[in-house]
């Protein structure tokens, strides 16, 4: 069959696949090729035999392969991207490869050299890791005839012409992962493959729309904001005033997916174990931190970023992980809400439903109990040398949904997961997963991690004394303050969502006293001693307003008992950072003496400039109130947190919200304080708009205004965030978001 050779240059070299011998004739002569089955064979014209015709022949006919019993022969392979990926929710990923999600179908077009044929024997081969075999479910063989495949399934959906539509369907605990796929055609006693083809390896990523998978969600808005939403809130502040910063999670960006995958391999997690959901959380938070396993993230809790980005700099995931992809090292630097939010992307690029937690009043409790313990001297004055445990204003943890195979039923849902590195977890720096209704029951023995979790929400705060020989005296007992608080980003808008009540039960009611119960009988330490009930209490109110304001503090001392009672207190307020830790001396102190009548309130009021405050604030910093009052014989004590409220950035949009149309953003901020603002960093990213940008000003001095105009072509429709943050040295950040919806 002439026809069957094709021309590949102009030197007359051609190629053709011979099933065994074929003869090529014509009137004059005819030539003969041979070749070894199942092998191409490239042949130069000029390279034929020729012979002369049989005696009494005049014409031959040739004697060819009969049409449709030439072998099968693969010469293209459409991933149909466009028409997968609208059925698999994955079109917003940023790459030129398929992205599909396991236990769903998807679709591939096969062009062959002709049409496929009952008698056909062909096969799909799909391979990931190094070493990929069957055993290991890394390399998976779907069938599409009578011959039994793997796990995977496979059908014949249309053959048209030579394009044959094929149907496959990963099992629902397919490893997660990047693939690389051939297809095989017996030939002979053999298989034939086609070439490696990096055009055609896929993602393939858990699947929280099957109901068969592991992380499958149960409802379709639930999937929108925690696997889709590339853009959320982190709560911070104190429990009383609560504030809140973007996060551009940016799962979807160009080259996340390949960091997210980078990370799994630099950290060597096992290949098989890549499809278990529990395995795959469970190393994922120790992956984030580069405590023990050259992971992502760099943790710094003190005030010196020079050696790297300080936390409050950062405005989205996507930067940290491509800058970790492409050298290979951990980067700096991080505080909680920082890996809380990093994780967050990783979870949610590989298909995985998660949200961002907020504890505020979160115990970091060093001996392991129930009991925070605050220590103060004889004086009255807080203890801070000797005082060992804290209690953070906020924590940031995450939350994976998923089904929990190794437990009960009841416990599947969501599970805390925890990438700051604070305590080790088997060896390694990392949490969970935490069943969060296990930790609500304080039903503590199921893994993983749940006491350490439950110390965090339901911490007794206990206030000891001192005295001078290091006896240590509690003198009073706060079973409500840690865990006042727990918020995440609601479902339905740019607003919280109390979720306390999925953490514990109210305080003091019977299903609380239960909870502690149990967590005690699991070896929780909580202290029972007999405090007498002090008829003397103090209340702590704070008018935050704007940073560089005038910050008015009211004292009220609650008498309950039927005499009067004369008061010696003691105040002090010093700026510390989020978790509990003083960052110098108290700026305030304040000694005073006064009388509380029987059943009636005595309150001190005062007025603290703001030249006395400002110039010790720092980034991510709040005030910290501390009242201790004595009388003859009783004593108690009360500590508040302020965070004050930052002058505003004014952020205005101009040009045509359309895909790839000029857009401009403008952002201008001035400084209202009476004092310069040092080291000022202006930050700005929207997922599907604008890459991180970050422009460094070294001083904004008072009424000192700043200015930027930004250029960028958004490349996503839809409703698109934009996130701004300006960092100083010497405040705390200001951040701003604004909402476009861009046309496609």
């Not at 910063?245 to 960006?253: L, M, P």
């Not at 006491?451 to 007992?477: C, Q, W």
């Not at 560089?548 to 009067?564: R, S, V, W, Y």
């Amino acid at each position: 069959n002439p026809d069957r050779i094709t021309p590949l240059n102009p030197n007359g070299l051609s190629s053709v696949a011979f099933p065994n011998e074929v003869f090529f004739m014509s009137q004059k002569s005819f030539r003969f090729a041979s070749k070894v089955p199942n092998k191409n064979l490239h042949i130069d014209h000029d390279d034929f035999r020729e012979f002369e015709p049989f005696e009494g022949e005049t014409d031959f006919i040739p004697r060819s392969v009969p049409a449709g019993t030439e072998p099968l022969m693969v010469v293209g392979v459409d991933m149909l991207k466009d028409f997968n990926e609208a059925k698999h929710y994955t079109s917003e990923y940023m790459t030129n490869l398929l992205v599909v999600r396991r236990g769903q179908q998807f679709t591939i077009n096969l062009t062959c050299n002709r049409p496929v044929m009952p008698q056909d024997d062909f096969q799909m081969e799909f391979l990931i890791g190094a070493d990929p075999a069957a055993n290991k479910d890394s390399l998976v063989v779907v069938t599409f005839g009578n011959r039994r495949g793997a796990s995977w399934t496979g059908k014949i959906l249309g053959n048209r012409n030579n394009v044959v539509s094929l149907g496959i369907t990963a099992h629902p605990k397919a490893i997660v992962g990047l693939y690389r796929i051939y297809v095989a055609v017996s030939v002979g006693n053999g298989m034939q493959r086609t070439e490696k083809d990096p055009n055609t390896n896929i993602y393939m990523l858990f699947n929280p729309w099957c109901p068969d998978d592991d992380v499958f969600y149960p409802d379709d808005a639930g999937r929108m904001e925690y696997v889709l939403n590339s853009t959320g809130l982190i709560y911070q502040g104190t429990a009383e005033h609560v504030g809140e910063r973007g996060w551009v999670y940016g799962q979807f960006e160009e080259g996340v997916l390949d960091a997210c995958i980078y990370i799994m391999d630099a950290c060597r997690m096992p290949i098989n174990n890549r499809g278990d959901i529990i395995t795959m959380v469970r190393s994922a938070s120790a992956l984030i931190n580069s405590q023990d396993d050259n992971g992502v993230l760099i943790g710094n809790w003190s005030n010196d970023f020079s050696m790297g980005t300080p936390p409050t700099t950062w405005t989205g995931s996507a930067k940290i992980l491509l800058q970790y992809h492409s050298t290979g090292a951990p980067v700096s630097f991080a505080q909680c809400w920082v890996y809380a939010g990093v994780l967050n992307t990783f979870l949610r690029c590989l298909g995985i439903p998660s949200r961002l937690i907020t504890n505020f009043n979160s115990a970091h409790d060093n001996t392991g109990n129930l009991k925070t313990e605050l220590i103060f001297k004889a004086d009255g004055t807080p203890d801070r040398r000797n005082t060992r445990d804290s209690i953070w204003n906020y924590h940031c943890w995450n939350e994976a949904y998923m089904k929990r195979v190794d437990l009960p039923p009841k416990y599947s849902g969501w599970q805390v997961v925890d990438a700051t590195p604070q305590e080790t977890s088997d060896g390694y720096f990392r949490c969970g997963p935490a069943p969060v209704i296990a930790i609500k029951n304080g039903e503590l023995c199921h893994p993983f991690d749940c006491s350490f979790v439950f110390a965090e929400v339901n911490s007794d705060l206990i206030h000891m004394k001192i005295d001078r020989y290091g006896n240590m005296t509690p003198f009073k007992v706060d079973k409500t303050y840690v865990g006042k608080l727990i918020y995440t980003k609601s479902m339905t808008g740019w607003r919280p969502e109390d979720i306390t009540g999925t953490y514990k039960y109210p305080e003091g009611s019977s299903e609380d006293q239960k909870t502690m119960d149990l967590a005690e009988q699991y070896g929780c330490s909580r202290d029972h001693s007999d405090y007498p009930t002090s008829k003397l209490s103090i209340n702590i109110s704070a008018q935050a307003g704007f940073a560089g304001e005038p910050l008015k503090i009211a004292l009220a001392f609650h008498n309950q008992g039927d005499l009067m009672k004369s008061v010696k207190a003691h105040m002090e307020i010093s700026v510390t950072y989020y978790t509990g830790v003083v960052s110098s001396d108290p700026f305030k102190i304040e000694d005073f003496s006064l009388y509380v009548e029987p059943y009636q309130s005595s309150t001190k009021v005062f007025d603290i400039p703001p030249q006395e405050y400002m110039s010790h604030l720092g980034p991510n910093s709040s005030l910290e109130i501390s009242v201790i009052g004595q009388t003859d014989n009783e004593e108690v004590s009360e500590v508040k947190s302020v965070s004050l409220k930052l002058p505003p950035l004014n952020v205005t949009l101009s040009g045509q919200p359309q895909v790839n149309s000029d857009m401009f953003v403008i952002v201008s901020f001035t400084n209202t304080l009476n004092f310069p603002l040092t080291g000022a960093k202006l930050a700005m990213e929207g997922a599907g708009l604008l890459e991180t940008q970050v422009y460094n000003y070294r001083t904004i001095p008072p009424m000192g205004k700043i200015s930027r105009k930004v250029g960028f072509r958004p490349q996503k429709p839809g409703l698109r965030t934009l996130l701004l943050v300006l960092d100083c040295e010497n405040l705390p950040d200001v951040t701003t978001m604004l909402e476009v919806k861009m046309m496609p």
